[in-house]
């Protein structure tokens, strides 16, 4: 397995794992192989050009996108004990984490990882029991004739997904405490964020040199570093068509967060000056 860490705005970064090998699908476990046909299932439906399954498809599309990036990320990366059923040696060398070095420093990955692999873990355990323990008082849905239950199934994806995403940060928890880590700054990467940076912060160039740059990042509030056509030139980068998606997800819920920040600050600012006046 290999991990791509990917700042997104100067304060927020995607963390992604390279799926599992095409070639070890048999040493998948039963629920790994019930999620891949129900994605199969799911693919089916959204060639359907009307009736309820291509209503379902662009409801259950526009719900996908709403789950946080930082879920979707944590998902990426599998569980332990399926990484270790692939590789029996797994944990007894170092992973590589792909990044950029002139936009984060290199003695912080541990501890930005460790806070990336904790910091939700406490809140995907609750939403997973929740989800999982809510689903059975849909099932009676189920018999209504010709309408699928959907309630129930998104409450069971929904628990899965945490599920996923509890496991995946469990994982990078242990890599982080075992110090499986091995980070190696991609010159393509910075190259690209030399570029974006030098337009996004007024003390940084394209030519600043990378403790200047990290330096300038640091100081920076939080400000988004990449456009959403940069999520097809890092999946081209890190060789991982799949991850054009994952980043287009975080820039826009990261570029809205920030919008909403700004606005309310704005409007905080707004009051203030006239109480003051």
């Not at 290999?2 to 992604?16: D, E, V």
């Not at 509030?221 to 980043?247: Q, T, V, Y």
């Amino acid at each position: 397995m290999r991990l791509f860490l990917i700042p997104i705005s100067t304060r927020r970064a995607l963390i992604y794992g390279r799926p599992l090998r095409r070639d070890a699908a048999k040493e998948l476990s039963l629920l790994d192989r019930a999620t891949t046909k129900a994605a199969q299932t799911w693919a089916g439906w959204e060639e359907a050009e009307k009736g309820w399954k291509k209503h379902l498809v662009t409801w259950g599309n526009k719900v996908q996108q709403r789950i946080p990036f930082e879920e979707w990320g944590l998902k990426s990366i599998p569980s332990l004990t399926t990484q270790r059923r692939i590789d029996e040696q797994y944990g007894n060398k170092k992973i590589e984490v792909l990044y950029p070095g002139n936009t984060l420093r290199l003695e912080k990955i541990p501890s930005l990882l460790r806070t990336i692999a904790t910091e939700r873990q406490e809140f995907h355990r609750k939403k997973m029991w929740w989800s999982f323990g809510i689903a059975p008082f849909t099932a009676p849905l189920g018999l209504i004739p010709i309408v699928p239950n959907i309630p129930f199934f998104y409450l069971v994806y929904r628990g899965w997904s945490h599920w996923r995403a509890l496991n995946g940060s469990r994982h990078l928890e242990f890599l982080v405490e075992k110090d499986l880590i091995n980070p190696i700054s991609l010159s393509a990467l910075e190259q690209l964020y030399a570029k974006r940076a030098s337009r996004t912060l007024d003390a940084v160039q394209t030519d600043t040199s990378g403790p200047d740059m990290v330096d300038g990042m640091e100081k920076s509030e939080d400000r988004i570093l990449l456009k959403m056509s940069d999520a097809k030139k890092l999946a081209s980068i890190f060789e991982a068509p799949e991850l054009a998606l994952e980043a287009e997800r975080a820039i826009v819920q990261v570029g809205e967060q920030l919008e909403a920040q700004k606005k309310q600050k704005d409007e905080k600012d707004s009051k203030n000056s006239k109480k003051d006046s």
